[in-house]
Structures are given as structure tokens and as C-alpha cells.
T-cell receptor, first 110, second 113 residues
Framework: RKEVEQDPGPFNVPEGATVAFNCTYSNSASQSFFWYRQDCRKEPKLLMS???SGNEDGRFTAQLNRASQYISLLIRDSKLSDSATYLCVVDVTNAGKSTFGDGTTLTVKP | EAGVTQSPTHLIKTRGQQATLRCSPISGHTSVYWYQQALGLGLQFLLW???????NRGNFPPRFSGRQFPNYSSELNVNALELEDSALYLC????????????FGEGSWLTVV
């Protein structure tokens, strides 16, 4: 079983749609959680951190469920520019090993 | 402020040769991480350096090695190159220990022929 698992998709949605991605992790000692975005053949870039209480940044909402060991990312009012691969990242403090999920690919169509 | 910089951008080597990739972290960052991303696949953790020492290592053979210099820059060496080593090698840096956000460089594309 992978340490971090994501639905690979692809998710194909029309502009304006709401889409949600889930990510599960296996290490209960995980302390920090992030969502990164990666465009084709580019480096991953931080989208947002995920806090225990949940957090929102514009059209993006991230949530953490420690009991069930999953995090989620909700994108509202999808834009064409949201098309990318979204990577779930989990850190075990002091392990120096940010573990990345394999990513979920989103394509937003006109 | 300059981001994480990597060189070379592209590198072509033949099987059996050695490749050296270089990384300069963001100013003030002491931790450097290396990841491998084969085409179409996810990021695989290679190495973590902090304060000049190797702190953790991913599930890669010993021919993958590296070091961190006193100025916190780092290099990744891959010996006895194999075709399957062809990938994007990403370097990232952060302040101190993980839990802090890691920032990636644009990567080095290594092609082994």
C-alpha cells in the first residue's frame, strides 16, 4: 500500500464546475499536509497548506480529517487555468521526507 | 529573492556514465531535498540534506549519492547510469526541518541513451 494515495483521475469538468479531490495517508504520525499543483513538465508549486480546522483560499478549500487520515481539496467555479495535476503531500516531522501522492489530473474544458 | 536554481537544465548521457546535477537553495534555507520524477509518474523521494549532512534517503541504490556544501548548495551524483534513470530530477529547499513549505527548482532533465 502506498503511503499517500490519490485518485489519479483524470477529472474532466466544464468551466464553472465544482470538483473535489481526496487523498488518504497511512502514517498516523503525519503532521503537515499540503496541496501542490504541477503543470505539464514543470516543477510542483505550493497551492496551499492544509490546517486541522480546514482553510480556504479564494475558490480553493482544503480540509483534513485526522481520524480517517484523509485530506481533501475542493475547487469551486473551475477555470480553464485550473487544468493541472494536483499533488497531495504529507510530512512526518523530522523525517525529512515529504511524501507525494502520484497526483490527480484535472482538465477544465470550455 | 531568487528561487531554487538547478543546473544543468538538460543533460544527455550514455549508459554507464556518471551524471552530476547541482542545486542552489533559496537564501536562508538549510534543507535541500532531491526527488526523481520519471515521465508520467509521481515524485519519488531520493535524499534529504540539512546542515551539510544526509538526514534521510529514499529507496534508491547506492549509485545515487550526493552532498551538501557549507553554503547549503547541493549536488546529486548518479553513477553507472541506466536507461531507467532518465527522468526529471527536482531539487527543493526549505527552512530547517520539514513541516515548513518546500519550494522546488525547475528541475534537471536527465536522458540516458
Amino acid at each position: 500500500r502506498k503511503e499517500v494515495e490519490q485518485d489519479p483521475g483524470p477529472f474532466n469538468v466544464p468551466e464553472g464546475a465544482t470538483v473535489a479531490f481526496n487523498c488518504t495517508y497511512s502514517n498516523s504520525a503525519s503532521q503537515s499536509f499540503f496541496w501542490y499543483r504541477q503543470d505539464c513538465r514543470k516543477e510542483p508549486k505550493l497551492l496551499m497548506s492544509v490546517y486541522s480546522s480546514g482553510n480556504e483560499d479564494g475558490r480553493f478549500t482544503a480540509q483534513l480529517n485526522r481520524a480517517s487520515q484523509y485530506i481533501s481539496l475542493l475547487i469551486r467555479d473551475s477555470k480553464l487555468s485550473d487544468s493541472a495535476t494536483y499533488l497531495c503531500v504529507v510530512d512526518v516531522t523530522n523525517a525529512g521526507k515529504s511524501t507525494f501522492g502520484d497526483g490527480t489530473t484535472l482538465t477544465v474544458k470550455p | 529573492e531568487a528561487g531554487v536554481t538547478q543546473s544543468p537544465t538538460h543533460l544527455i548521457k550514455t549508459r554507464g556514465q556518471q551524471a552530476t546535477l547541482r542545486c542552489s537553495p533559496i537564501s536562508g534555507h538549510t534543507s535541500v531535498y532531491w526527488y526523481q520524477q520519471a515521465l508520467g509518474l509521481g515524485l519519488q523521494f531520493l535524499l534529504w540534506y540539512d546542515e551539510g549532512e544526509e538526514r534521510n534517503r529514499g529507496n534508491f541504490p547506492p549509485r545515487f549519492s550526493g552532498r551538501q556544501f557549507p553554503n547549503y548548495s547541493s549536488e546529486l551524483n548518479v553513477n553507472a547510469l541506466e536507461l531507467e534513470d532518465s527522468a526529471l530530477y527536482l531539487c527543493a529547499s526549505s527552512r530547517g526541518t520539514p513541516g515548513n513549505t518546500i519550494y522546488f527548482g525547475e528541475g534537471s532533465w536527465l536522458t540516458v541513451v
